[in-house]
């Protein structure tokens, strides 16, 4: 067997080198710089991201801001525009049990009557036609859905389309009239459709009025146990049934009959 030829050599042992290279290229440098490439990447997007941190806080705190000062306005309206809680304070408490309920709607009913009638008189004009305000319902069972219309909403609420209102007045009366709902407190009104007619300086208006009325309060009382009795069938003493305090001939449970508008 003859000897190698000595470039033999150093071709096989530079394709031998190369192929430990090669080797070690693939198997550990290769994948090791593209992991080290990918924690450089990873690193870029975690500084980026701690570079936007302060921006992100600043929409947090404004957007909380936000939120505070629509709260704020919204407490304001609240407090402007619905009923207090409680007879005394002229409004209603839907925490009472529902039997004193129907009895205190009654009154309620007459207060919101009495706003409403000082209310028809703003700007001087004088009152030709007046609407009323509906009495509540009578029974204690159905009390709060047919009167205050809850659950129907989610919330307990007030809604009264009135129909029709006439007044008579100079222009500016009447004008100062219709825009004298827009601040009627406890309620948001409505007005639609004015029509003046006659000969200035005496004209008359006519407009449809609404009424809503969202009513405060955390609790609401129960429904009536089955089998209590309610409405005009509670018993005697019970409130709302004969005989309870505060009750007149012809209306249980109180609250007289209702006030009706007179120009005075």
Not at 2 to 12: F, N, R
Not at 54 to 82: G, H, L, Y
Not at 168 to 187: D, H, K, L, Y
Request: charged content about 15%; aromatic content about 8%.
């Amino acid at each position: 067997m003859g000897k190698l030829h000595p470039l033999t050599w150093i071709i096989s042992g530079v394709a031998l080198g190369l192929a430990i290279l090669a080797l070690g290229y693939f198997m550990f440098f290769k994948p090791n710089m593209t992991e080290a490439q990918n924690y450089e990447e990873n690193a870029e997007l975690l500084q980026t991201e701690i570079s936007k941190r302060p921006q992100v806080q600043k929409r947090v705190k404004d957007a909380q801001e936000k939120v505070r000062v629509a709260d704020e306005s919204w407490q304001a309206i609240v407090e402007e525009k619905t009923p207090p809680v409680g007879l005394p304070n002229g409004g209603i408490d839907l925490a009472v049990n529902r039997w004193q309920l129907t009895a205190d709607s009654r009154h309620f009913r007459n207060l919101i009557q009495r706003q409403l009638n000082v209310q028809l008189k703003r700007g001087g004009v004088k009152v030709i036609n007046a609407p009323l305000i509906p009495d509540f319902p009578t029974d204690a069972d159905t009390i709060m859905e047919t009167g205050y219309n809850f659950p129907a909403y989610g919330f307990p609420v007030l809604i009264y389309n009135l129909g029709q209102v006439t007044v008579q007045g100079t222009f500016e009366q009447i004008a100062a009239n219709v825009e004298a709902w827009s601040e009627m407190p406890n309620f948001l009104a409505v007005t639609d459709a004015l029509a003046l007619s006659g000969t200035s300086p005496t004209l008359t208006g006519t407009y449809n009025l609404s009424l809503v009325g969202f009513i405060r309060g955390k609790n609401i009382a129960p429904p009536v146990p089955a089998g209590g009795g309610s409405g005009n069938n509670a018993g005697p003493g019970a409130p709302g049934g004969p005989g309870a305090p505060g009750g007149v001939p012809g209306r249980p449970g109180g609250g007289g009959p209702p006030p009706q508008f007179e120009d005075r």
